[in-house]
């Protein structure tokens, strides 16, 4: 008897277990999704500006999928840091200039392309040269013999654009008379503005900030760039990455899409980005040790 009830007591205690679990569902069911960016501008500035991109996505996910989708940022210190955060798997999804998309596409095939930013109906943006508003320097040409603020290693416009446009204008690194990377674009811009290089390559996003904020630069040269990818991780249910495909190609939301300084997205293809492998391709060229006038 003493057995039977003891049986009895233990259904009922599973029972009541079960149901609570049933209670608590709703919450276990909440999908996470980690979005990776590295800062190429401040950190909180980096925050602020995606925040309410992911703010859209996290309502739009949540009605696609029927689920509630709680998305967080994880910024990176360092491109390459923010390059192996997607390539390890650690983020789910992240944004990367073009040069980063490139360089984590060959350490991890798996990655696929959600959306490409659209800026002006298009997938072009620019970079510039900057120089201060007191320089004597008004032409590319005239920048044998000076010094040069690069941004990142990794950089589309800070490093490898940038020396490519140098290169076909007549300038190689041994053309100058040092140059440094710097990292973060608008160190780029203020490290001009103080006059501790003669010129730099930054985004014109945050060369028009900086000009705006009060720093004496000017630019002396624009280019043309791919615009950003935003980049699904190897092994994302598909379910999950179709979702967020279709939720930035039709993203209208105005405060988001502001914050982003971009008017919406288009689908992209790996193909997209085969001018800038040809940059990264011929950036060996740079370093020659000739000159590079002579080396055309």
């Known amino acids: 008897m003493t057995t039977s009830i003891r049986r009895q007591s233990w ?18 069911a909440e999908i996470q999704l980690v979005f990776g960016v590295y800062t190429s501008d401040k ?20 009605a696609l999928l029927s689920e509630p989708v709680i998305i ?10 923010g390059l192996e955060d997607l390539v390890a ?16 596409k060959k350490q991890q095939p ?7 930013e659209r800026k002006n109906g298009t997938k072009v943006f620019f970079g510039i040269i900057c120089v201060r508003n007191d320089s004597d320097i008004h032409d590319v040409s005239q920048l044998k013999g000076r010094t040069f603020a690069f941004g990142d ?3 589309t416009i800070g490093r490898y654009l940038s020396q490519l446009y140098l290169l076909k204008h007549g300038i190689a690194a041994a053309d100058l008379a040092a ?3 710097l990292g973060r674009h608008d160190l780029v811009g203020s490290a001009v503005a103080l006059g501790r290089y003669d010129a730099g390559a930054l985004m014109e996003r945050t060369f028009e900030d900086l000009v705006k904020s009060g720093l004496p630069i000017r630019a002396i040269a624009r280019f ?5 990818p935003w980049i699904a991780r190897a092994g994302l249910p598909e379910r999950i990455k179709s979702a967020l495909s279709q939720t930035l190609l039709t993203l209208d939301n105005p405060v988001a899409l502001e914050a982003l300084n971009k008017d919406g997205f288009v689908a992209g293809d790996d193909t997209d980005y085969d001018a800038i492998r040809e940059a990264m391709d011929r950036n060996s060229e740079f370093f020659a040790k000739v000159s590079a006038s002579t080396s055309q």
Do not use: C
């Not at 259904?11 to 276990?28: D, E, K, N």
């Not at 043309?224 to 950003?228: A, H, I, L, R, S």
């Open 72 to 81: 967080r940022t994880r910024v990176a210190k360092s491109y390459s840091d």
């Open 179 to 181: 140059y440094s990377y």
């Open 43 to 62: 950190a909180s500035s980096m925050v602020e500006q995606f925040r309410p991109s992911l703010d859209a996505l996290e309502k739009h996910l949540t």
């Open 11 to 28: 259904i009922v205690g599973l029972f009541i277990g079960v149901l609570a679990m049933s209670w608590i569902s709703p919450a276990s």
């Open 110 to 116: 798996g990655l696929s392309i959600l959306a490409m």
């Open 224 to 228: 043309p760039n791919v615009t950003k």
């Open 89 to 104: 798997g650690r983020v789910d999804f992240a944004r990367f200039g073009p040069a980063s998309y490139i360089l984590a």
């Open 153 to 155: 290693e990794n950089s």
